[in-house]
């Protein structure tokens, strides 16, 4: 750490103020309580010190300064607010309402406009100004942006957010004077990432979203934060729902609550991509195969179907010829249950998932060395990263935002070592090109024989670079897996303080792998053969290990597996599966959607979304958060319900998978969360009809308990963790984890536009894709 | 080509060479040219700064600072390299000076941005002029080349172990560029909008260097100084007002004209003997000082000295040199309107008050010129003025404000004789669309 920066001390509105010398007055005076108006300024963008109405009376100045731009000094004395200044910020207001369109009842951002609020603070009721208004028609940019030209105050914090925040450069300004505008940098339209960035930081609604205008005003809506449910950085989102006839609809996804791992940032996926929720091809009713055909079917005759042809197979020929593939989506909570469920109550280890990084390596590596892991704050303040293969830009756009940031504002030295010229080496201090997966081992061991090649040499010089550094973060994709996960781990160890993370595809990728959907490991990745805690406390737990995936689908062939239950992933359409193989196989899915899977199932559950249910997700770099309930679908249930539901029907004692009852701890937001306030009005419920909170057999909470009991790296502060905060959790005090074979793992390949099965369903995704001007089409992968 | 004017009350050092062919790099070196800087290159640094701080030579683009206490604010060492920038970006309403430097005398300005150089240690020089001044590019092309084809710039200039380039650069046709820092950015091939201070130029200027940016007279005044010192240039003039400037006498005048007087020449004097007067008889009603940036004084507040300390007492500023003579034919509301037009067009837009400001003013003007006029019209134009001036982010919406503030305090009749849907007292019947009267 570098030395604690030198303090100035300054006079603030008659409040001594001490802040790090440098310190800009505009921030200085928050530490105090103190809130200078302004629109241009924005923490971490450049400044600008356009928009005037952070004046405040420095003494000793002629004439008043602008907060946003002026360094504190030693003994300063500011004032804050005055008649002076009041009359200055009036002043602007006014000025900018001359051409403003007032069009605030029917505007998107009526209700949640900073020019409203700053009108009401500072601004005059009545109007100087006879003169037209110039005009200028809204234009659609993208897909996704529009923009209103009439509203707009040119605070440029969109042109900035877009060049400096995202390094896409997409948005700049034309002309000059009063008829100034904010343009796309294709005359008429936007080619640019289509992150959002730009609608989310316009402080009034001159940037409105395609997915979101003229829906509704802001304040018809309840916000929930919860967990992008995309790829596997574990953006917060805020979830805007609304009553519908279907339950609750959710209308928009922004960033207004900046509390989340993710700060500024969502990307297209985390702000728009929530639409497949309301997709017209959502599953509506279960789903049972008669005749050959799908037909719908009431829950109650689905789960006893169910439980009964599952104990048919498990009283003929027990739990090894039941096969169960569980979900990258899925919370922490279902997929630990659904693991406990298969070991416990159908008493096989036939479990896998689609995997998309060695994180069973990656334990194996880190065993017992604590402190080795980096989470996703670790790479926004690493002194210096080593990206190792991925594209982050493409595949975990928080991550590169992460780390573009971080060698932005904090000059942290970037080496990228990859077989792609990826956008992120223009940001890297150094680039080195491998060819092939062999040279990515070579880079890690550096194979001295091959020292006197001079690319080698170059490696060498990167390599030596490397220790050199101080607070180190290693982050690599799935080119690496297996024994070169021990080799980089060997490498780390060399470079003091240096820290790892590894990175999978979806959402709750880690979590599935942390959670135990392996067929040869436990949760905490411990071995199933071994004799630990579960086998004590589950009682029953089959020694050997179970089948993979591929193994499955093989066993189906030959008959030896008879029932396939498959909760959130679709391995038909991901594995090319010919679905004769499955004629003999009772086949139960539970989706959204009818995938090529639930095409051929027996019997289709149709099941809630990460929006619509709460629990956990843990994010690639293994830090768990928080999902709440936004969505809802009253015709769909949460896998969670689902899985205690078979069990029950089955015949198993639920207790022995769920314990529940009286309950000790608090809501986690089944109901709709603290954010919105109905977790209180759910607690005036209770003690109105004099009831005590109970938990039910379908709460999660009961399993996140079990979980921080038997998870070791798992027990982080529960208040944190329901407080939306996010928590790192220690791969490092987990089991011991193995090698895996390498052929199991199958990088999903998303890019910005694709999310797996979600991203098929998601309109505005799909919209999107369909804008861009042609690229090599690559298929949309499936998950 | 101007036609050149003079006077004998003239005092010509800056013009000195004007109308002797100058522009050819012999006949320059026949009127003394280069040779301050070959005396410059026998010089500490140091005493190069200390000769110009001392001659009480003031910036002549219009803020009037001290130029050799702004060499002085550049660090000695640096580890980007420095530059010097001439600002030839002339666009104030009323000012043509630098014009007629680069017309007829291209090599002085050359001359002064290499004596810059030397003292405060930069190796290369940039000038830049006006994008209107096409034709001046040309001239100021040959006279650098010239000066590299005889080995004043290159390396080992005047074989005297140090090099020096110069680089010609046209402006784009922006007002705002005349401000230092946007003069930086246009330069950089960005928009022509002005950077935050601090840092300054002399510390973080032009691509991130150690900066000086003076005007083109500035810089043409810099050799005589060196050649005959301090103390003759401060004496020219009066005290901290050292040496001559150009006037540019224009408006309703009968000898219109670049005249070149030393500093503290008084304004009535100027105005009736060295302008000849105010044509057809007429009355002088008001005049612009320095450029259309600059308050207004009334026929009554003429008879003062022309420097810098004067004219801010005054409640206006000596500014650029430009001197606008305003009869009494003329309608000052108009004349307000025509100002804020410019400046509503110049205006680039960066910060709201200046943006929103001049639009409005624009805007109200033109309709209270119509006849749409209403008695609150008038506060209102006051009210905007007054909350532009000194909130803006550059001094061009002080620019726009100031003498609009002027105006409506000195000549509120005016606009009061335009109310009530009256036609405009000055024009003739007809010529001014009437706007009907919203009250």
Known sequence: MADAPKLVNITVDGKPVAAPAGTLLIEACKTVGIEVPSFCYYPNLSLQGACRMCLVRVEKMPKLQTACTTGITEGMVVVTDSDEIRQARKSMVEMLLGNHPLDCPVCDAGGECELQDMTFSYGAAESKFIELKQHRDEQQWSPVVYFDRPRCILCYRCVRVCGEGMDVWALGVDNRGAVSTIVPNKQDHLECEECGMCIDICPVGALTSGAYRYKTRPWEMKHVGTTCTHCADGCKTTLGVRRSDTGMEIVRGDNRDKSGINGDFLCIKGRYAFDFANNEDRLTQPLIRKGGRLVPATWEEAFEFVGRRFKEVLDREGGRAIGVIGSTRTTNEENYLLQKFARVALGTNNIDHHRTADFPAFAAALHGKSGATASMRDVYNASAILLIGNDPTEEHPLLAWQIRNNVRLHNARLYVVNSRPIKLRRQAASFTQVTSETDFTEFLGGDESLASFATREGWNAVRDKLRAEQGLVIIFGSEIFGEDIQALARFAASVPGAKLLCLGDYANSRGAADMGLYPDLLPGYFPVSGAGKFHQEWKITPAAPGMNIGQMFEATKTGQLKALYVIGANPVGRLNVNPSTLKNTFVVVQDMFLTETAALADVVLPAANAYEKAGTFTNTCGDIQILKKAGEVTTAKPDFEMIVRIADAIGFDVRKLVPFGHGVHADMGQSRGAQSGEADQHAVWLEANGLEPKMSPFDPVATLDEIQRLVPGYDVSRTELLAGNDQHTSIAAMGPGTVQNPELIVPAKNNLFSSGTLGRYSRTLNSVIENKDPEPADAVPTD | ?439
């Open chain 2, 1 to 439: 080509m101007a036609t050149l004017v003079s006077h004998p009350d003239e005092v010509r050092i800056v013009s000195k060479r004007f109308g002797q062919g100058a522009t050819k790099i012999d006949r320059y070196l026949e009127l003394d040219g280069y040779k301050a800087v070959r005396k410059a290159l026998g010089m500490q640094p140091d005493a190069i700064i200390n000769e110009v701080k001392n001659s009480g030579l003031r910036g002549r683009g219009g803020a009037g600072f001290n130029t050799g206490l702004k060499w002085s604010f550049v660090p000695k060492q640096s580890v980007k390299p420095k530059y010097i920038l001439c600002n030839g970006d002339e666009s104030e309403p009323g000012t043509c000076k630098d014009r007629l430097i680069f017309e007829e005398d291209p090599h002085s300005v050359i001359e002064g941005v290499i004596i810059a150089g030397l003292a405060v240690g930069a190796s290369s020089g940039y000038i830049y002029i006006r994008g209107e001044y096409r034709y001046l590019l040309e001239i100021m092309q040959k006279a650098i080349a010239d000066a590299y084809a005889k080995g004043f710039l290159g390396k080992n200039i005047f074989g005297s172990g140090r090099d020096f380039e110069v680089y010609w650069h046209g402006g784009a046709g922006a007002y705002e560029v005349g401000e230092e820092s946007a003069l930086m950015e246009s330069l950089e091939g960005k928009r022509g909008v002005p950077r935050i201070r601090p840092p300054f130029p002399a510390v973080v200027g032009l691509w991130g260097g150690p900066t000086v940016i003076n005007n083109a007279e500035t810089l043409a005044s810099v050799p005589p100084i060196i050649l005959a010192g301090a103390e003759w240039f401060a004496n020219l003039g009066t005290p901290k007002n050292g040496g001559t400037r150009l006037f540019c006498l224009s408006g309703h005048v009968n000898k219109p004209g670049v005249y070149e007087l030393p500093m503290g020449y008084n304004l009535k004097k100027m105005i009736y003997e060295v302008g000849g007067g105010i044509p057809n008889g007429r009355k002088l009603k008001a005049v612009v000082p320095g450029g259309s940036s600059c308050p207004l004084l009334t026929a009554e507040e003429i008879d003062l000295p022309m420097d810098f300390d004067t004219l801010m007492k005054a409640g206006s500023m000596l500014g650029s040199g430009g001197v606008v003579m305003v009869d009494d034919s003329t309608c000052m509301v108009k004349f307000a309107l025509r100002i804020m037009k410019f400046y509503q067009h110049e205006s680039c837009g960066w910060c709201i008050p200046c943006r929103e400001g001049t639009d409005w003013l624009d805007k109200t003007l033109t309709r209270f010129h119509s006849g749409g006029g209403i008695r609150k019209d008038i506060d209102n134009i006051q009210y905007l003025s007054e909350n532009m001036l000194g909130r803006t982010f550059c001094p061009l919406g002080d620019a726009a404000a100031l003498p609009t503030i002027s105006i409506v305090k000195k000549f509120r009749k005016e606009f009061e004789d335009h109310l009530e849907g009256r036609p405009c007292p000055f024009e003739k019947k007809g010529t001014v669309e009437q706007l009907p009267v919203f009250a």
